[in-house]
T-cell receptor, first 111, second 112 residues
């Protein structure tokens, strides 16, 4: 069953702007992960935040997690054209260790 | 060095045929997965193996049969292909359950 829903489904911004993507999920989790998928490629892991963490940073990425609202956000600061991709959240801690993915946000960063 | 590799990258075949997709990981991971991504980019898990043992089988038709000869390999065999099987299939692996997954480049299967 689908766990997460992301919004927006598509986001178009100019280089240098910040991009924020949101993810909501339905059940309890062990962790929440964000992945990037460039067109025609596989998914690349970006960041993992555990259920007892509220915020995590990695370079230009900032992830927040609110387990009371069952939601997470991914902020990409000072975006670049190379950030153009689809971004997926995925919840971990499910039966058998499977990741359950959201629908994804398509980010387009215009030069 | 490629961490998770799948072959072939593209597969075009006729309805009714049987085909296989191979996956290998050189990361020393214990857990491997098959995911299916549909035309709307929705990713859904199909199978999960841990140390060659099937852990998850997500209501996938029994035309799909995974095989794990060792913990570095997880192949997917599909019998009697149908039009609805057209999708991108991703292999992935992780050290243990509930950790980050490393994905292959995907196999785009087109059934005509």
């Amino acid at each position: 069953s689908q766990q997460g829903e992301e919004d927006p489904q598509a986001l178009s911004i100019q280089e240098g702007e910040n991009a924020t993507m949101n993810c909501s999920y339905k059940t309890s989790i062990n962790n929440l992960q964000w992945y990037r998928q460039n067109s025609g490629r596989g998914l690349v892991h970006l960041i993992l935040i555990r259920s007892n963490e509220r915020e995590k940073h990695s370079g230009r990425l900032r992830v927040t997690l609110d387990t009371s609202k069952k939601s997470s956000s991914l902020l990409i600061t000072a975006s670049r054209a190379a950030d153009t991709a689809s971004y997926f959240c995925a919840t971990g801690g499910n039966q058998g260790g499977k990741l359950i993915f959201g629908q994804g946000t398509e980010l387009s960063v215009k030069p | 060095d490629t961490a998770v590799s799948q072959t072939p990258k593209y597969l075009v075949t006729q309805m009714g045929n049987d085909k296989s997709i191979k996956c290998e990981q050189n990361l020393g991971h214990d857990t491997m997965y098959w995911y299916k991504q549909d035309s709307k980019k929705f990713l859904k898990i199909m199978f999960s193996y841990n140390n060659k043992e099937l852990i998850i089988n997500e209501t996938v038709p029994n035309r799909f049969s995974p095989k794990s000869p060792d913990k570095a390999h997880l192949n997917l065999h599909i019998n009697s292909l149908e039009l609805g099987d057209s999708a991108v299939y991703f292999c992935a692996s992780s050290t243990t359950r509930n950790t980050e997954a490393f994905f292959g480049q995907g196999t785009r299967l087109t059934v005509v």
